[in-house]
């Protein structure tokens, strides 16, 4: 089920004429018809017959839909989980690709910005304003533009600069000391010729978590941005230049300690705690199991920042367009972690990443409203991706990692042991598409692409600061045995093959349905923190895979879109089968046992044999009364493992020697073959089974209320209200004696305000998760071996309860 590319599509001259007009002016309706460009045109959505969900400009700007997880309250089966700049992850159907941190892959859904694919997950790391739109498509992408993804995409565009002259402020207030202001500029430079538009906004807020080693408040926001734009229209030519630049600086790496590790290996055998280790290694005792005031030592923010630059150009070749989008992106981390919980100062574990990514696309577009509807193009990329590894021990580190209190601390302390990982992408892609509407009832989808893509990567690793042999002793003890090493540049060369066929039927001006095939393919994923393997006295047993299998996503869609009663009803439906072959995930590697026959594990990328994503949704909207629209969704989804026979055990089965009973060792494996995925497997994200969205928004006109006070305009009331509900999710291995869930839960926003009708003032109050509820999308009950950790928690980005108030001003 590809789509055309929700966004990416190139308008014609008159079409974005048009929208360059229609900028200028307030939308009436209550609920948007937005036009959507899913198959490179302009269509209303119910006319794109794909599982494709859109929010526009005036229900992101009532509501106050900023970020990516934001629209989760408005679209079905979409989960953004977007925590932290490196393990960003958008969901869709309970599929993100390798979440957790891997940056040499990809993310199994696609975000597209004004027509420029963002490779790396840090793009995703925004607060999104002055949209246009926002699309998701469902099912796999890549016959239309960008690159090619395996579960969807995400579209957003922006808004386009006017020639209408207009200048919008926005200042909101709001709980935690929150205060938000954007600005958007807008006007001509040359009358119909040359436009521009800029765009400001600064957030900034306190954090909820209070760390009591220094009264710091964890899971704040500070960002800002800046976005400026060209836009030159002539004759048959349009041109579109875009400056965008990004920052934040904020405590928001932070997972929880709530509670001890556990007691019982699975085997029964008594197993060593966190607290007592703590106790015997450090003597220093637990402080707290509170994961809302924790003691966190040396903890810095994580500075982020993102530029970018992209031009498209449109141009009439007869009745053809033909679209070029040149862009440049840039993503830049540099996290400050902490090196202990509980006021400890043992080590800290971070990622530096830097991401440059360079994309051109040009492609030749009929035009619209003929029989046989056709887009044929390339797609070319370069990304180099940077990721750097540091552990910095800290004072406590020798004590820890010797398992002996009276260890000398300079044999860590001030010690770095670091990985350098780069992972480097050619690719090139020829893709076509067409329509044949073959009569008024049919109509015939099909598209194909061929990526001929070059992968290569490498790591390195060395110890900064080493001057003697027992500090190389110590740092090969603390990192399980590696100390220097070097993969050498490696490489794969694909040629990948993508496609989709997309029929179409209607039955009648009420009802369409469809159904379709589709074939994605994703690039095999670079290890970036590839390890050499070696036993306990330091023999080298073998390496690391540095570049996987591409992974190969069939997707097979059935759907009906219907509208009733003058289109005051509209009730769309679709079922989905969708296997994933190779599918990328963090697996651990059991290949090699050490001197005593126990399997030395390390974690690495890697594939899972099967997949499989079956279930359905729907959507729909509904005016019983004149202003007053009901809009609702929901989804069944089923998530399993078909192949997965080699899965890392849940810790509590991978007992020390020590522990054995009856002679029966640790196994190095289980079987996740036929289990549901769920959030206790590296690098998968808790999958809901049943979630729905239900909301209203109305507005009733009041007239000139405000006469009195000397203005005379007409004044309209306005409310909204959505909850967003999730049934329960497994946070734990399946097969884990010690399961943890994440209980089902709403998220329920609502807000009530007034403005004017000529849009010039906008004043509404609000309030987000007014449930107050908490919710937690990974849970761990500890690590094994010789440093088990305590029960941690990650809470979500939306926590918790917030409110204030927002005013609008246009101020010309």
């Known amino acids: 089920m590809l789509l055309s590319s929700a966004a990416l599509a190139p308008l014609s001259l008159g079409a974005l004429a048009t929208l360059v007009a229609d900028a200028a002016r307030a939308q009436d309706a209550q609920v948007e018809e937005v036009k959507v460009t899913a198959r490179q045109r302009e269509e209303k959505a119910q006319d794109v017959p794909l599982p494709v969900s859109v929010v526009g400009a005036k229900t992101q700007e009532r509501e106050r839909l900023e970020r990516l997880q934001d629209f989760a309250q408005k679209v079905p089966n979409f989960v953004p989980s977007i925590n932290n700049p490196r393990t960003s992850a958008m969901s869709i159907r309970g599929i993100s690709g390798i979440s957790g941190g891997a940056d040499g892959s990809e993310s199994a859904v696609g975000l597209i910005v004004d027509n420029v694919f963002y490779t790396h997950v840090g793009f995703q790391w925004a607060d999104f304003v002055d949209l246009q739109s926002l699309e998701v498509a469902r099912g796999p992408q890549g016959t239309l533009l960008g690159k090619n993804t395996t579960v969807g995409a995400v579209v957003i565009r922006t808004q386009l600069p006017s020639f209408a002259r207009s200048a919008t402020s926005e200042t909101t207030i709001g709980a935690y000391n929150r205060v938000t202001q954007k600005l958007n500029v807008t006007g001509p430079i040359i009358d119909d010729k040359l436009a521009y ?18 009264s710091q408040k964890l899971l704040d926001n500070n960002r800002w941005g800046i976005r400026g734009q060209l836009l030159y229209v002539g004759e048959n030519f349009t041109d579109r230049l875009i400056f965008d630049r990004l920052r934040s600086d904020e405590y928001n790496n932070y997972s929880g300690v709530v509670g ?24 220093t005792p637990i402080l707290t199991f509170d994961p809302y005031q924790p003691y966190l030592t040396r903890l810095g923010k994580l500075d982020q920042r993102t530029t970018g630059v992209s031009n498209e150009f449109n141009y009439t070749l007869g009745e053809n367009t033909l679209t070029g989008v040149s862009a440049w992106r840039q993503f830049i981390l540099h996290p400050n972690n902490s090196t202990g919980n509980q006021l400890t100062d043992i080590s800290a574990n971070a990622y530096d990443v830097k991401v440059d990514q360079f994309s051109h696309e040009t492609r030749l577009a009929s035009p619209q409203g003929q029989e046989f509807e056709w887009t044929i193009g390339n797609y070319n990329l370069y990304e180099h991706v940077w990721s750097y590894n540091h552990v910095d021990f800290g004072s406590q580190a020798s004590q820890w990692f010797a398992n002996n209190i009276n260890a000398n601390p300079y044999n860590l302390w001030g010690l770095s042991y670091r990985n350098d990982g780069v992972a480097r992408t050619f690719s090139t892609a020829a893709f076509g598409q067409g329509t044949w509407h073959i009569d008024e009832k049919w109509a015939l989808t099909a598209g194909l692409r061929d990526t001929y893509e070059i992968r290569e990567g490498s790591d390195f690793g060395w110890i900064q600061g080493l001057s003697s042999l027992s500090q190389l002793a110590a740092v090969r003890q603390a990192t399980g045995g590696t100390t220097f090493f070097d993969t050498g540049g490696q490489q794969k060369r694909v040629n990948s093959i993508s496609g989709l066929f997309n029929p179409s039927y209607r039955i009648n001006e009420n009802v369409m349905t469809y159904g379709s095939v589709a074939r994605g393919e994703k690039s095999g994923a670079v290890n970036t923190q590839a390890l050499p393997i070696l036993n306990s006295a330091g023999v080298f047993q073998g390496w690391q895979p540095v570049i996987t299998k591409p ?5 097979y869609e059935i759907g009906v879109k219907t509208n009733w009663f003058d289109n005051r009803l509209i009730l769309n439906a679709n079922a989905y089968w969708n296997d994933i072959y190779n599918f990328q995930s963090v697996l651990v590697n059991t290949d090699y046992t050490d001197v005593s026959g126990v399997p030395i594990r390390k974690n690495y990328l890697g594939n899972i044999g099967h997949v499989r994503l079956r279930g359905f949704e729907i959507d729909g909207r509904w005016s019983p009364i004149d202003r007053l629209w009901l809009t609702f969704s929901g989804a069944y989804t089923n998530a399993q493992y078909v192949d997965f ?5 849940s810790p509590e089965f991978l007992w020390p020697a020590s522990s054995n009973i009856g002679g029966v060792a640790a196994p190095a494996y289980m079987s996740l073959s036929g289990h549901s995925i769920t959030g206790g497997v590296s ?11 239900l909301g209203f928004n109305h507005e ?32 734990s291995n399946p097969l884990s004696i010690y399961p943890l869930f994440m209980p089902a839960y709403a998220i329920w926003n609502a807000g009530v305000g007034l403005k004017t009708d000529d849009d010039v003032y906008s004043f509404n109050l609000w309030v987000r998760n007014l449930l107050d509820e908490r919710i937690i ?9 010789l440093s088990p950790s305590p029960s941690t928690v990650t809470f979500d980005a939306y926590n918790p309860r917030t409110f204030g108030a927002t005013l609008r001003v246009k101020l010309y």
Request: cysteine-free; charged content about 15%; overall charge positive.
């Open 197 to 214: 538009r800029v765009t400001l906004y600064y957030d900034r807020g306190d954090g909820w978590i209070h760390n009591q080693f220094n």
């Open 777 to 785: 999308v990974a849970q761990t009950i500890a690590s094994t071996g």
């Open 683 to 693: 690098g998968n994200n808790p999958v809901a089974p049943f979630s729905f969205n």
């Open 551 to 555: 992974e190969v996503s069939w997707d």
């Open 260 to 283: 001890n590790s556990f007691p019982l290996w699975a085997n029964g055998a008594l197993a060593r705690t966190y607290a007592q280790n703590l106790w015997t290694r450090l003597r």
């Open 700 to 731: 009733y006109p009041l007239g000139a209320i405000f006469r009195d006070v000397g203005y005379t305009g007409p004044v309209t009331l306005f409310s909204y209200s959505n909850a967003a509900w999730r049934a329960r999710t497994q946070l």
């Open 645 to 649: 026979p080699k899965a890392s055990p």
